[in-house]
């Protein structure tokens, strides 16, 4: 029986969330080309960018067959920093860049989600976003070259990661440390609920020993 979430997501950090709170899903990537999406709207701020993005990757995957009957979660992060948007840097050039320029600052990680409900022939689009603050040690130029050169910034957000090598520069985080890995649970939860959805309703039970 294939599970009634899926996550219209590459992202193995997403994935391992998932996983990590024991919700069942299946992974279909939406191939959504984000310039043309956000070329589309016109200038946007951080938070509007992660949840427009957020919701073109839902509605793409959703707009399958491989979706009715399911419900489809898609997820876009984008970090800010003094009021610019910052995706993934891609290059090593960009990531030292960018990390040099958080180094001992705050910024603020805001990651869209948009849930699509294909079930009972219906096809409604709901979304949220969670937000924190990440506050970062002051790096040295060695630290940020030895970081960039493990390659695990060039395919991240803000060019950092919370749950890899990247968590020793991080000093705090205000808010949802989930929604900075990725995807925020409790968002989830409450976009689910909003559909009289429970995530606990997918647990599977855990067979009880028995006794002689």
Not at 33 to 53: F, W
Not at 102 to 118: C, E, F, I, P, Y
Not at 156 to 177: C, K, M, Y
Request: hydrophobic share 40%; charged share 20%; aromatic share 6%.
């Amino acid at each position: 029986m294939r599970p009634v979430l899926i996550l219209a997501s590459q992202s193995p950090a997403r994935a391992s969330l998932l996983t990590r709170a024991h919700l069942p899903y299946e992974t279909v990537v939406s191939h959504v080309d984000e310039d043309a999406a956000l070329a589309e709207h016109g200038p946007l701020s951080p938070s509007d960018t992660a949840l427009l993005l957020a919701r073109a990757k839902a509605e793409a995957v959703a707009s399958l067959e491989i979706a009715e009957g399911r419900v489809v979660l898609g997820c876009d992060s984008v970090f800010e920093l003094d009021g610019e948007s910052y995706g993934k840097p891609y290059t090593a050039d960009v990531a030292v860049e960018r990390i040099t320029a958080m180094s001992g600052r705050k910024g603020t990680l805001h990651t869209g989600h948009w849930l699509v409900d294909r079930r009972n022939g219906e096809s409604h689009g709901e979304g949220a976003i969670s937000s924190a603050d990440v506050y970062f040690s002051e790096m040295s130029r060695e630290e940020i070259t030895n970081y960039v050169a493990t390659g695990e910034p060039l395919q991240v957000a803000g060019s950092f990661t919370l749950d890899g090598r990247g968590s020793v520069f991080i000093e705090r985080v205000d808010g949802d440390p989930n929604a900075v890995i990725g995807l925020s649970i409790s968002t989830l939860r409450d976009l689910l609920a909003a559909r009289h959805v429970s995530p606990s309703h997918w647990w599977r039970p855990t067979p009880q020993p028995t006794t002689s």
